[in-house]
Structures are given as C-alpha cells and as structure tokens.
C-alpha cells in the first residue's frame, strides 16, 4: 500500500520531468537532422538560427561534423557547402475539463528548416522538421459559476451532517 501512494505522489513529478527532458533533447534531435542532409566533405559553412536553441545546436552540430572529419569554415568559398537552420515555433492552446474547473494546457511546435546550398546559391536539400513539447501545467480558470457550486456542495454537506443524524 505504502508503494503505491509513493508512486502515485511521484508520478506528477516524473512528468514534469518527461516535459523538461523533451525540451533538452530538440538540439541533438536537429543536430542529427542536419548531419543526414550533408554530402561529400566540402567544407561547411553554419548559419544557424534556432531561437534559445541556436547555441547548444551550434556546439552539438560542431562536435559531430569534427568527428565525421568535416571542414568548418566561418568564410564562403567556392567549393563550400552552407548549412542553414531557421527555426519558428507555433503555440497551441487546449480547453481541458476537469470536475469543477477547466484548464488550458499548451503544446509548442517547434518548427525547423533545414537547407542545404552550395557556394553559387543552387538548394541541395531542404527538410522541414517539426518537435511538439508540452507545457505539464494547466492554466485553472474558474468560471462565473464555479464559486457558486463550490457554496452549493459545501452547504448540501453540512446540512446533510447536521441534520442527517436526527
């Protein structure tokens, strides 16, 4: 009995967790994303624009481009293939219902474009590449009414214990 109530106390934290761990895992998701669209071993020009997520993807993409034995050049030349990252997010609100509440719960989409160009401007490869996260904590809102019905039930109750017994 005592390993249940545990696990049902700690289940809210475990999503909260779940939530946060799927937020940290978008760079390394576009950073494998992007390796797939490279071709040969041109060096590779990053432009990279992805919101919060520009620096830790820019850093990830360096690694894995270093260990494949990749040429990054910060400078276009001619033979130069260039990496291009744009990033737009959307967010989506949803009514959920509870007993006496509603809330609104928030997913985000993040939404990546990858391009690949090379040195005279012709498009390689392009591939848009979207991550859906969501935010765990539901926004209460208590309409008109539900102050009311709260009153309503508590009232019923106590009328029901007082005079229940007699």
């Given amino acids: 009995m005592k390993s249940l109530m545990i696990i049902i106390c700690l289940l809210p934290l475990l999503l909260l967790a779940d939530d946060l761990a799927d937020k940290e895992n978008i760079p390394g998701f576009l950073a494998e994303q992007s390796i797939l669209m490279l071709e040969g071993n041109e060096p590779v020009l990053l432009q990279i624009n992805a919101g919060e997520f520009t620096q830790q993807t820019t850093w990830l993409l360096k690694e894995e481009l270093l260990k494949r034995e990749f040429t990054i050049t910060e400078d276009l030349h001619d033979e130069s293939e260039i990496l291009k990252i744009e990033y737009q997010f959307e967010r989506n609100i949803r009514k959920v219902k509870k007993f006496i509440f509603t809330g ?15 040195a005279s401007g012709k498009i390689n490869d392009f591939r848009t590449v979207e991550y859906v996260t969501t935010d765990s904590e539901a926004e209460k809102v208590m309409n008109w009414y539900d102050p009311i019905m709260v009153t309503t039930v508590i009232g019923g109750l106590i009328y029901l214990i007082y005079y229940g017994n007699n």
């Fill in 104 to 118: 609104k719960q928030y997913t985000v989409i993040h939404r990546f474009s990858i391009q690949t160009t090379d």
